[in-house]
């Protein structure tokens, strides 16, 4: 008994699949729809944890605030503070817990004292752009040269270039504020290439112009420059050790015995699948590099929101510091989201088991 | 005299995403102490399952395993005393030991947890146990897996099977790992033991030859359920269901081969 | 029936194998640190834990001692590091800053690898909802950002003691290790010999702690000097910023002191030092992880070396063919 040959769609054989999938990039929507609900789950962990902690403090928190606004406070802000930390005994902690969701839904994060009494919400959104810009570029410029340098330096296994991973990885062990200070001192003080801080000169009007942009770009430099150069080392790193483990694979032999020049073996078959790990590890690093840009505006006194979270600890504003936290973990999901569709549409395994 | 009964057992896997996969569909034999039975089937045709319901690693969806007319336990004494008396020879030499620690290790272990013998006999337990494997103790216990060969960890395996005296033994393609010049001494190590000891075995492979050189009664398994059994020869030599026949025929057969030769440098005269 | 001659007379009649002495297998278990990375990690670790516990020997000063005759004075045989704008001698504070640094690091990342062994394990041993939902709790600490976390819970506190201070960072320690533990526990349940574990009656803690927990060892360690690593580095920013108290001393306070006197960019001897300490600690521990990172993966020792040696003979390591050697060449 045996099969009859011609009705058998040699493609077919030896897989459970009954319609070959060619070509079309399909959206693993079960994959992202995990992804997205395991956010949410995170979301809802930062803001109970936010919730929660004020109510850890020994003495009530509100009353110290009230001294340090000096009398500033409305009786109706007090309550809303109040009802912030939870020290308001009137009501059960469930109560306060649904009041603080609600308060976050209408986008009050309350009053910070620590900036003349506006609302927190309207002091972060004026920072929020600065960090934006020197976190994003520096990222992905970190991100790229890291990569790239990590995939040649894999390639050529033991050549010049390797010398090139110890000095990374110890300029990523220094301190990422340490760094910055020594380069304010070095490139700015002495020799005088960069400005030494803030976003741009003091006493100007913030405008589209070129004299502007050309301002922002000179301040953002040695920040961005110092993000970079910390951080590169565990791109170069990850990528390298990846490309050392993917070249070890039958399939990058057979694309050299095909022929293929070296250059598209390197980068269309190796670096292409060294990569992967990679952006799974960019959206875990995105915490690690929120906290050393945060230090370095600290440093360099960048109008972003490290520089709102340093004043306000040193004032002691907690409605301020919770509101930054809040934002922050948002902006870090909404980043891993991105990451993960990425790494959904340019790895086809997570594509395929959905089929 | 043991009697292990797997009586119509259909085990059900839940797969994420595409449904239900169908290991086993109502299977069914008998094993007995003195016997063995060879299991023969492809990659995928359910054989795995068996040996994971009956070291209870897997629980069947339908039907039960009873050892000696009682159902086995779920826990406790009952389930202790059900895996004193079955035991378990891996396919992986290489995976069923674990490197971190030595042969001795792996052969008192069974021997403390099933309180085989007096504290102060088990060195002398885990010599007597090694020797019946024809290795040598001495140059063997203080080792760790990964200096011996292919050869002597099965052989190691079989050890640690034996050492709780279990009255049936299921080897699960003990020697489809090895190398082929090794592989009858194996087998054969296992039909003595099996002689002397008076086990039950369960012969699970997919190379009908050496189910045939080992077994008095074979099980054929297709996709989850039994085609065909009977005694060996009788299933290998006059095969009644196709799925048995053309697995006879996959398999080369050197006499068959000769004859052909032979036939042929004749000058075709038969 | 021929007895098989492979299994007993091929196996060269050994001398009976060396003793189980305790020296014999404490080297055993340390061979990931053998190679010259580790070891020369682990030296430049052995000099800070000395520096540590010797501390009130070494440091010539009481680190807080002032002496306002002789402020912000350059390095010089009295003041081996120079002095602070109230004339603290800083080679003492760099030598007692170290017990700081070690102290709460080390006991930070006990505390979280503790918790990332026990949350790891068990959520790799387990199965169904329970693993899921204890790899979502790592999951979660994972992807919050860990410095502001702990900025807001530091500044809740007045003067937290060093415990808790170490708490904190544990806290947002703990997950990286638990999280690869869940991955390499859940890879080797699947492995024979934990099945044979189960089948042979073994009860779940031996399963754990005998059969499992010696193939993580390598991982563990791994984890550990990762999370020592980021536990420095978190606290000596967190003493930088100024969150936790100046009364802990530790190379972050240092810098804060520095920062806030104004030292930079004119009196280098300040606030060099101290960054030099932390890059330098750090750059111990990643050599030690290297080291391990070898032991596990062999490949990443040998591909260089194998790249130089292809190369001396004049053949490229990437090459597709395997290039045909003319007579005159020695053979390997």
């Known amino acids: 008994m045996t099969a009859d040959i ?36 995170t979301a809802w962990a930062a803001i109970t944890i936010n919730f929660f902690i004020p109510r850890l403090m020994k003495g009530d928190a509100v009353t110290a605030y009230m001294a340090q606004a000096r009398g500033q406070i409305q009786p109706e802000a007090e309550k809303a503070l109040r009802l912030m930390f939870g020290l308001d005994t009137s009501t059960s902690l469930w109560d306060q817990y649904l009041n603080y969701w609600g308060m976050l839904f209408r986008g009050d994060l309350g009053i910070s004292i620590s900036s003349g009494m506006a609302p927190v919400g309207d002091v972060i959104a004026s920072a929020l752009p600065w960090t934006l810009g020197l976190v994003g570029t520096a990222t992905v410029l970190s991100f790229l040269v890291g990569t790239v340098l990590g995939a040649v330096i894999g390639w050529r296994r033991g050549g010049r270039l390797d010398v090139l991973i110890p000095i990374t990885t110890f ?60 951080s590169i080392g565990g791109w170069v790193l990850g990528m390298r050790n990846m490309m050392l483990t993917v070249l070890d694979e039958d399939y990058i032999t057979v694309a050299q015995a095909k022929g293929l020049p070296d250059r598209r073996v390197l980068w269309r078959y190796a670096a292409r699948n060294a990569v992967l ?24 006194s960048y109008p972003g929101i490290g520089l709102l979270l340093l004043n306000a600890t040193n004032a002691k504003d907690y409605a301020l510091m919770q509101g930054i936290f809040l934002v922050l973990v948002l902006a870090v999901l909404i980043a891993n989201v991105l990451a993960d569709i990425a790494y959904a549409i340019l790895d086809p395994r997570v594509r395929e088991t959905e089929a | 005299m043991t009697t292990l009964e797997f009586s119509h057992v259909t085990k059900i896997y839940n797969v994420r995403g595409s449904g239900q996969l169908k290991a086993l569909d109502d299977v069914s034999f008998t094993l007995r102490s003195h016997q063995t039975i060879g299991l023969v089937g492809q990659s995928g045709s359910g054989k795995s399952t068996i040996a994971k319901i009956l070291t209870q690693l897997e629980v069947p969806t339908h039907g039960e395993v009873r050892l000696d007319g009682a159902p086995i336990p779920r826990r406790g004494a009952g389930l202790r005393s059900y895996r004193q008396k079955l035991r378990m020879v891996f396919q992986d030499p290489f995976a069923s030991l674990n490197p971190s620690h030595t042969i001795r290790h792996h052969i008192e272990r069974p021997l403390r947890l099933d309180h085989v013998v007096g504290r102060q006999d088990v060195d002398a337990e885990v010599r007597r146990l090694l020797e019946r494997v024809r290795l040598e103790p001495d140059a063997v216990m203080e080792r760790r897996p990964h200096e011996l060969s292919g050869g002597q960890r099965q052989r190691v395996a079989i050890a640690r099977a034996l050492a709780s005296r279990p009255a049936l033994l299921v080897a699960d393609e003990p020697v489809s790992m090895l190398d082929v010049s090794i592989r009858l001494g194996v087998l054969n190590l296992l ?24 077994s008095d009664e074979i099980i054929v398994l297709n996709q989850g359920r039994v085609v065909e059994r009977g005694p060996a020869d009788d299933v290998i030599l006059r095969p009644r269901d196709p799925y048995t026949r053309e697995l006879r025929a996959a398999s080369p057969d050197p006499e068959e081969f000769f004859r052909n030769r032979t036939t042929q440098t004749s000058g075709g005269a038969r | 029936m021929t007895t098989p001659a492979t299994a007993t007379l091929l196996m060269t009649p050994a001398p009976t194998p060396p003793r189980k002495t305790f020296l014999r297998q404490l080297r055993a278990s340390l061979a990931m640190f053998a190679n010259a990375k580790s070891a020369a990690g682990l030296i430049i670790l052995g000099i800070f834990i000395l520096v540590a516990i010797f501390a009130p020997l070494i440091a010539p000063y009481d680190p807080t001692a002032q002496n306002l005759t002789e402020t912000l004075e350059p390095p010089s045989w009295r003041h081996l590091l120079g002095t602070t704008h109230i004339g603290e001698d800083v080679f003492s504070q760099i030598v007692y800053g170290t017990r700081g640094v070690l102290v709460v690091g080390f006991l930070a990342t006990i505390m979280a690898t503790v918790v990332a062994i026990l949350v790891g394990v068990t959520a790799g041993y387990l199965r169904g909802w329970k693993s899921e939902s204890l790899s979502a709790l790592s999951n979660v600490f994972l992807v919050l950002p860990a410095l502001p976390l ?31 533990l869940r991955a390499q526990t859940m890879s080797l349940r699947n492995r024979d010999f934990v099945q044979a574990a189960r089948a042979n009656g073994e009860p779940l803690y031996r399963i754990i702690l005998v059969e499992m927990l010696p193939n993580l060892m390598a991982i563990i360690a ?105 007579g005159g060449e020695d053979t390997p």
Not at chain 1, 9 to 30: F, I, K, N, Q
Not at chain 3, 162 to 173: D, E, K, N, Q, R
Not at chain 3, 222 to 240: I, K
Request: aromatic share 12%.
């Open chain 1, 6 to 41: 011609s009705t058998i769609d040699p493609t077919l054989v030896g897989t459970t699949a009954t319609r070959a999938e060619r070509g079309r990039s399909r959206v693993p929507w079960r994959f992202l729809g995990g992804r997205v609900l395991f956010y949410a789950f």
């Open chain 1, 171 to 230: 300029l990523g062990t220094v301190p990422y504020f340490w760094l910055g200070l020594i380069f304010i001192a070095v490139f700015s003080t002495l020799l005088g290439w960069f400005p030494a801080g803030h976003a741009y000169e003091l006493g100007v009007e913030p405008g589209w112009n070129i004299d502007f942009i050309s301002q922002v770009v000179s301040h953002a430099a040695l920040p961005a420059i110092t993000i970079v150069i910390a």
């Open chain 1, 277 to 300: 790990p990679q952006i799974q590890s960019f959206a875990l690093a995105l915490g690690f590099i929120v906290g050393g840009t945060l230090v370095m505006e600290m440093v360099f």
């Open chain 2, 191 to 214: 039909a003595d033991l099996q002689r002397e000891e008076g086990l039950g075995v369960l012969y699970i492979t997919h190379d009908l030859a050496t189910a045939r050189h080992f």
């Open chain 3, 150 to 180: 702990m900025i807001i819970i530091a500044s809740q506190f007045q003067d937290p003691p060093l415990v808790l201070i170490a708490a904190v960072l544990g806290l947002t320690g703990w997950a990286w290790g638990a999280r690869v």
């Open chain 3, 222 to 326: 791994s984890s550990f000097v990762g999370t020592m690593t980021a536990a420095v580095l978190g606290l000596t920013t967190l003493a930088f910023i100024g969150v936790i108290p100046v009364s802990n001393l530790n190379w972050g306070t240092i810098l804060f002191w520095a920062q806030q006197n104004s030292a930079f960019p004119d009196y280098w001897w300040w606030y060099v030092p101290a960054g030099l300490c932390i890059a330098l600690l750090g750059v111990a521990l990643a050599l030690i992880n290297f080291g391990i990172d070898e032991y596990v993966n062999p490949r990443l020792r040998s591909a260089g070396e194998r790249a130089r040696a292809l190369r001396k003979k004049g053949m490229k390591a990437h090459s597709a063919v395997t290039a045909v050697r003319t």
